[in-house]
């Protein structure tokens, strides 16, 4: 099932961050089942940088079966800018969708300004390796880059680990709101149980500054355009970045 057109991006329901373990088909299909159940239409799956197509095409065939939209993506961890830029250029037209865990300044600021970077993920159990600031806001502007938050993470946290996460995710939040940078909220589960329906994210992310038109659309338009203008630069009339072939020599 593939969801098209401004109204979708309105009113349709994106989990951009669903992390089965992608081998075992039970787990995958309970996750899919869920994510049906409360509401969502569209799902970006994890799947490792060297996926094999038959697992691909399983996860393919069960999300099909459960009528979710599947979107490919790959949560990268380099250990260096030079081995983000190699491993970007080995796998972006194998993906739909583009994660880099931010765990260095210099992951970050190269994260931030590549544009084949689409999800920005900063650690926020330890301060000290969270490295989101107003040079990495600014440059994650300027390319269309997302700031992504797991509500799992927020869900999952006690006493006062969550009172300290709250505080960064809202530091966060008022940063990203500065610069433009477009916020995502996913739920980042790997389990049936970690899951909530779109209405309840929308609620608590008040809790992390965000009002509940802006939070609707961090679940609905914002990932949903992400995964459209990424399925257009997959697509064989692409050029390049904004530059599209519409009609090609002997076409009727």
């Known amino acids: 099932m593939s969801v098209d057109g401004a109204t979708a991006m309105r009113k349709v329901f994106v989990d951009l961050h669903l992390c089965p373990p992608v081998n075992d088909d039970e787990k995958v299909r309970a996750l899919v089942k869920r994510s049906v159940e409360l509401g969502y239409k569209i799902a970006g799956i994890t799947f490792p940088a060297d996926f094999s197509r038959e697992d691909l095409e399983r996860v393919r065939k069960i999300c099909c079966e459960m009528g979710l939209d599947l979107a490919t993506r790959v949560d990268l961890t380099p250990k260096s800018s030079k081995e983000l830029l190699s491993t970007l250029t080995k796998i972006r037209r194998k993906f739909e969708i583009i994660a880099v865990n931010c765990n260095s300044r210099e992951v ?74 477009p916020i995502i909220l996913s739920s980042g589960a790997s ?54 072939v519409v009609k090609r020599g002997g076409d009727c």
Request: net charge positive; with cysteine.
């Open 108 to 181: 970050a600021i190269q994260a931030s300004k590549d544009r084949r970077v689409d999800i920005l993920l900063f650690a926020l159990g330890d301060p000290r390796r969270h490295f989101f600031s107003e040079s990495e806001a600014r440059l994650a502007s300027e390319k269309y880059a997302a700031l992504e938050i797991n509500m799992s993470q927020l869900i999952c946290s006690e006493g006062i680990h969550r009172v300290r996460l709250l505080s960064m995710l809202r530091k966060d939040v008022l940063l990203a709101r500065k610069f433009g940078v």
């Open 191 to 244: 389990e049936p149980h970690l899951l909530r329906r779109p209405e309840d994210y929308a609620f608590l992310s008040y809790l992390i500054g965000l009002d509940l038109n802006s939070a609707r659309k961090s679940l609905s338009k914002i990932p949903y355009s992400i995964i459209n203008r990424n399925r257009r630069k997959l697509s064989p009339n692409y050029v390049c970045f904004g530059v599209y």
